[in-house]
């Protein structure tokens, strides 16, 4: 489902599409980046 939306911050309509698969990116970096830090946790041990 998509839908278009206002943003304010650059004053443009948004499709609420890109939105969500930027979300979707930006939590899978997240992840990542949690995993690398517990692995580096562990090699410091």
């Known amino acids: 489902m998509t839908a278009n939306i206002y943003c304010p911050i650059t004053k443009k309509i ?8 930027w979300k979707k990116m930006f939590e899978k970096f997240q992840a990542a980046y949690d995993k690398l830090k517990n692995v ?6």
């Open 14 to 21: 948004v499709n609420t599409y890109s939105i969500n698969t």
């Open 40 to 45: 580096i946790k562990n090699k410091i041990k």
